[in-house]
DNA sequence: AGTGCGACCCGAACGC
DNA sequence: TGCGTTCGGGTCGCAC
């Protein structure tokens, strides 16, 4: 599943292969992925203009166009490929954009989960996807006193806080098992409680899993690749995500899976107190 | 405001 | 070519 990894993988190849060219038409297959404006509205919009930059905000996927940002979060599974025009339609291909170079850019998603917006250029920080995400993880202003301040009544397992994307924004499930194994925090811990040592773990573990696996290419299991069909290598990087019944790397104890906030969580429970 | 949970999707895995 | 059921994952919207 795309977490901030697999968004940052996605934009690089994405910058390679689509940047500087015009978007002469859009077809849109399955209209809920155009959460804003209408569909119609949104092809209207977007026809003739140019891909200046594409950066990434959170999960989120920032085109640059002329005159409006294109905002595109994957979600579960959408991916970007690049084909040709006399390539057959994939079933699941929902989005695709006709561009001047005889390219279409096709964005694919098995769960139609996925979301795009078209916004104008001056909108973007009024934008709520956008104006409530938290700190990326390299923000200066990322501090244990940060966290402390917005863990400090918040009642809810640390585990479902970590994902809370106001706070810290890019980790998903996946990653928050790493950094808390890492920092050795059982993901059960109610959240007011961390101490400013576990907070700065946090930040570290968190910096630390989530560099690694942009240099890997991100993270794949079950069904996410990136944009050319690269599979990411970070997977072999796993400690105990997904790893139920295997011993854990450090005390060799059995990573035990249990469900926190609706979400699946493996841990070690002697590592992680 | 903080919290809990169903809805959105559909392919894979599972149970029988 | 077995078929019906369950599960998962990020985010939102709604209820409390």
Known sequence: MPELPEVETVKNTLKRLVLNKKIIDVD???????EFPSSTEFIKKIKGQTINDIKRRGKWLVFELDDYFMLSHLRMEGKYFIKSAQDELNKHEHVVFKLDSGEELRYRDTRKFGRMLLIDKDELTDVKQIKELGLEPWDEALTSSYLLEKYKNKRLPIKTVILDQSIITGIGNIYADEILFLSRIN?????????????ANIIK?????????IELGGTTIRTYESSEGVHGRFQNNLLVHNH?????????????KIVVGGRGTYYCKVCQK
């Open 205 to 213: 573990y968190t910096k630390e899993v989530l560099e690694q696996a």
């Open 28 to 34: 849109v297959w399955y209209t809920k992925i155009i």
């Open 244 to 256: 139920v019944g295997e011993k854990c790397p450090n005390c060799q104890n059995i990573i035990e």
């Open 187 to 199: 993901p059960l811990k109610v959240t007011s409680k961390l101490t400013e040592s576990d907070c």
